[in-house]
């Protein structure tokens, strides 16, 4: 890779990233407490937490999830035939101090080669919130309602408050049931709280975390948080600076999967 094009990564990479922070959301991953983990295979040891604001109503966060062969391998458990992944976008319609609504676009992004079906989602939500559909989608048309108590999902996940599902709850179903390979759905969830915690008709900010997921596949089930983990980028180089100088580009392109606002 020569110095021009590395330069051009690196600009480019920059400009967007000083986009993405002008416009972003409040997105961290944060850690588990130590020697804690989560999922199935339990080697996850961050999970995802997003504030949104009246502010940020039209922005989207963007949720993506994927699980390798290796990642498995690591856990010593059944052998995974390829990676399953998914993405979805959160979009908040409108946040006032009792509503919030999102339009949700999930999609199955694992190999069509892979029997592997999304059959639940599940949101840790503050403050709490009920959950309800105003438009369900052709798959995810069950849901977990919350507030309290704090549903239970697989995984080991605690905290999840509202669950959407396409078969049989939370826990998930048989595979035909789910969101196969290379499909996808869209629907509107709404929230009703108190998101008015200062009683002055001004909604404060609301919080989704964890972003479960749940996958039924042909050799077992999977669930595991949003992952925060940058794609991988070569390993060989032939300049020192290159890998360095990619690191940030998949950054940024990570930040614009992030921040992709509805406009």
């Not at 309800?132 to 309602?145: E, K, Q, R, T």
């Not at 596949?217 to 983990?229: M, N």
Request: include cysteine; proline fraction near 6%.
């Amino acid at each position: 890779m020569n110095r021009n094009a590395l330069g051009s990564i690196l600009a480019g990479a920059l400009a967007v990233l000083a986009t993405s922070q002008a416009q972003a959301l409040q997105i961290a991953f944060e850690p588990l407490p130590a020697g804690q983990t989560v999922g199935s295979p339990s080697i996850f040891t961050s999970v995802p937490v997003v504030t949104f604001s009246a502010a940020d109503v039209g922005s989207t966060y963007g949720a993506l999830w994927h699980l390798t062969p290796a990642q498995q391998a690591q856990a010593g458990g059944t052998s995974l035939p390829g990676t399953i992944s998914a993405e979805a976008d959160f979009t908040l319609r409108s946040l006032t101090a009792d509503t919030a609504v999102f339009d949700v676009a999930i999609r199955n992004t694992t190999s069509t080669a892979l029997q592997a079906s999304i059959m639940s989602i599940g949101l840790g939500i503050s403050p709490d919130a009920q959950g309800s559909y105003l438009a369900s989608g052709g798959f995810f048309d069950g849901i977990v309602a919350g507030s309290d108590p704090q549903q239970t999902f697989p995984g080991g996940f605690k905290g999840i408050d509202v669950c959407l599902y396409a078969a049989n709850g939370c826990s998930g179903g048989k595979i035909k049931d789910g969101l196969a390979a290379g499909g996808h759905d869209t629907l509107t969830l709404k929230l009703r709280g108190d998101f008015d915690a200062n009683d002055d008709g001004t909604p404060e900010n609301l919080v989704l975390s964890l972003f479960a997921i749940k996958f039924q596949t042909s050799v077992g089930s999977f669930e595991f948080p949003d992952d925060p983990l940058l794609p991988s980028v070569p390993t060989e180089l032939p300049e020192p600076g290159g890998l360095a100088l990619l690191g940030i580009g998949a950054l940024a392109l990570r930040a614009v999967r992030r921040r992709a606002a509805v406009r």
